[in-house]
């Protein structure tokens, strides 16, 4: 996902960070950038203090299992009774679908999952 399909993917995401804070919601964020491997680049953070351009594009192979186990780890980490969850899964798509992934989500987190969206670019 070099190159174009990066810059038009962390444009999205910086435009939905915009709209959000435009908004004046108390949402906060965790952004996951994974391949191969997942790193957690903001766990937790108000809207206005996640910068996308200090994400970096790394290179690798697309992993929907190794994301899908660090948003579990990132819930489970911060899961309170009032917690509300919307997740965004932002991919180039060039992995088979990840139903077993999704399946465990819904079980472990499903009943704090209140919105959830994919878009896949490139």
Not at 48 to 75: L, M
Not at 84 to 109: C, N, R
Request: one cysteine or more.
């Amino acid at each position: 996902m070099k190159g174009r399909p990066w810059l038009d993917l962390t444009e999205a995401v910086k435009q939905f960070l915009k709209q959000r804070q435009d908004l004046g919601t108390e949402d906060r964020i965790t952004a996951i950038k994974f391949t191969h491997k997942a790193v957690t680049e903001y766990f937790d953070q108000e809207v206005k203090d996640v910068n996308v351009d200090s994400i970096a594009y790394h290179g690798g192979r697309t992993d929907f299992s190794i994301a899908f186990a660090e948003v579990n780890q990132c819930i489970t980490r911060s899961k309170t009774a009032a917690s509300k969850y919307a997740i965004i899964f932002m991919s180039d798509g060039l992995a088979p679908f990840p139903e077993a992934e999704l399946q465990t989500l819904v079980e472990l987190h499903g009943n704090v999952i209140k919105k959830f969206w994919t878009l896949a670019l490139g």
